[in-house]
């Protein structure tokens, strides 16, 4: 049994108490544990609607619902991990390059105390702060990135660093390796063909939403594994992947995306891969209606947990 684990319903009803994530206890510490949830509370990198800033805490609040035990794997998470939520980074509000700063210098700590980090969004931004960080201790990762963007722009209105570009700049910056990686649910109008073609370009897969809809679940699932294969990953997951219809509350939707059932089967699918640390970006509460993005949001944190209970406990 694992040393931090969540208040049970049975202590403490679910509405009672303050907000962390999964009720577990906030302790900014990586002795004795297994696993941080952190929030990344940035979206000064945001094209269209602002408000991710908020995610972290609307994911939080709605995550008190969560119990550590999943069905289709059989597993009680807290039976094999210890877990605690480390807080937010000390993000800079409207400077996105001291943000990934900060954000690299934790997750590096983290890292190399041998701890998998899960990290809330914020705006996609961030997470080019948090592969700097795991990067550093790993090496290059493997990416596994669902999101109806590719996010491999050359940049928006002259900025190297924005929501629409951290996987150029992770690519430029060697911190995956894009012959082992994979986006999902690309979807949507462009200026023109060469959106989908640059990831392509740049050695990504790229898995165009109305390819998955003709390969299915299964058939995507082992592509990625067979991309990914024993190299050690990053899972990144922008809420936008989802059918605006299932997670309202993001600032760049585009109709046509996942339904809550297949994303959490897609990520109940990556069991079996050498997971080094993932995210959930781009929640905006404001916007939201009646909890469900964050809820997905929060369950879809859970599911990667899970996968490292499942990685810990073997066979
Ligand atoms: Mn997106
Ligand atoms: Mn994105």
């Not at 983290?110 to 201790?137: K, N, P, Q, W, Y």
């Amino acid at each position: 049994m694992g040393r931090y684990r969540p208040t049970s319903p049975e202590e403490l009803p679910k509405f009672a108490g303050v907000r962390t994530f999964m009720r577990m206890p906030h302790v900014r510490t990586l002795e004795d544990v297994n696993f941080v949830v952190v929030g990344i509370p940035f979206d000064d990198a945001t094209t269209f609607r602002s408000g991710a800033r908020f995610g972290p805490e609307g994911i939080r609040s709605i995550s008190a619902m969560i119990r550590p035990w999943h069905p289709v794997h059989d597993i009680d998470v807290f039976e094999h991990l210890s877990g605690v939520d480390y807080g937010d980074v000390a993000v800079v509000p409207g400077d996105v390059e001291a943000t990934c700063e900060k954000t690299a210098r934790d997750f590096q700590a983290i890292a190399a105390a041998g701890v998998t980090s899960f990290a809330m969004g914020g705006d996609h931004s961030v997470t080019l702060g948090e592969l700097r960080g795991l990067c550093a201790v790993h090496g290059p990762l493997a990416l596994v990135h669902f999101d109806a963007h590719v996010d491999t722009s050359e940049g928006n209105y002259g900025r190297k660093y924005d929501h629409g570009t951290p996987f150029r700049r992770a690519a430029e910056e060697k911190l995956v390796e894009t012959s082992r990686s994979i986006q999902i649910g690309i979807r949507g109008g462009r200026a023109g063909p060469e959106y989908y073609q640059q990831s392509r370009d740049m050695g990504y897969e790229v898995i165009a939403m109305h390819e998955f809809e003709q390969l299915g679940v299964a058939a995507v699932l082992e592509r990625i594994h067979k991309r990914v294969g024993d190299m050690q990953c990053f899972i990144t997951i922008d809420i936008d992947a989802v059918d605006p219809a299932y997670a309202p509350g993001t600032g760049t939707p585009e109709v046509g995306g996942f339904t809550s059932r297949e994303i959490l089967n897609l990520v109940r699918g990556l069991k079996g891969l050498n997971i080094k640390g993932g995210d959930v970006l781009e929640v905006i509460p404001a916007i939201d209606t009646g909890e469900i993005t964050a809820y997905l949001a929060a369950n879809l944190l859970y599911e990667m947990i899970c996968l490292q209970a499942l990685a810990h406990r073997g066979g």
